[in-house]
């Protein structure tokens, strides 16, 4: 696991959100970068980690396929240890896309701290890209024992509102929809929503989040 990096809020954090990237890009891309800054924003600290096969391609590696996201969730788990050594107060742990996946699984472990009050998930992979004829990946989300927040899409392919409407998902799941967004948070330019928009809106929704579970 590469070293921490943090996006602080002005003041003292409400929370901390360890947070992870997607399949394929590192924890420094665009979106990631844009929505640490906007967490800050409202109050929350955020501190980002690589996958050991990310932090791998910085040092030249292959750019091989990650592991299968229950492959991933020791490293989570050794992230969060060593957050605990560095940040006081509550934590979240979240994720873009596949890291949001593998931090709902190690939410749904028997070891999570008592520290860690939440999961947030942005843009959580319900199902492989515009195939939602195939297998949901809901076990991880019903199996959390913490809430989980979802902040996703609003046709995001890899579960559109319209899909998420037609299933029931455990009352300790909320989900909040961008509008318009694809899986990046992105909406198509005809519509009136932007990404710094709806990142803020994410964001803001994060915050109202710690605000209900965080006493």
């Known amino acids: 696991m590469s070293a921490f990096l943090w996006t602080r809020p002005d003041t003292g954090p ?8 997607g399949a394929g890009a590192p924890m420094d891309a665009a979106f990631m970068n844009k929505l640490s800054e906007a967490l800050a924003a409202e109050g ?7 996958f050991a096969y990310m932090a791998g391609r910085r040092s030249g590696g292959s750019k091989k396929p990650p592991p299968r996201a229950d492959k991933l969730v020791a490293e989570f788990q050794t992230a969060l ?13 979240g994720g873009k896309s596949m890291g949001g996946r593998v931090a709902a699984m190690l939410a749904g472990g028997g070891s999570l701290p008592g520290r860690v009050a ?7 992979p319900f199902h492989p890209s515009g ?8 076990a991880p989300l019903e199996d959390a024992r913490r809430p ?16 998420i409407d037609g299933i029931t998902l455990p009352d300790n799941i909320a ?23 709806n990142i803020r809106e994410a964001a803001a929704a994060v915050k109202g ?7």
Not at 81 to 93: D, N, R, S, W, Y
């Open 14 to 21: 409400s929370a901390t959100l360890l947070l992870a990237h």
């Open 44 to 50: 929350i600290a955020v501190a980002r980690f690589e």
């Open 81 to 93: 240890q060593t957050l605990m050594k560095e940040a006081q107060g509550p934590l979240i742990v």
């Open 118 to 124: 939440g999961v947030c998930c942005f843009g959580y």
């Open 131 to 138: 195939t939602p004829e195939a297998e949901w990946r809901l």
């Open 148 to 163: 989980v927040l979802i902040l996703q899409g609003d046709r995001d392919p890899f579960g559109t509102r319209a899909e």
């Open 175 to 197: 989900v909040t929809y961008l509008e318009d967004g694809n899986h990046d948070f992105g909406p198509r330019g005809k519509s009136p929503a932007t990404l710094d928009g």
């Open 209 to 215: 989040f710690v605000g209900e579970i965080v006493k």
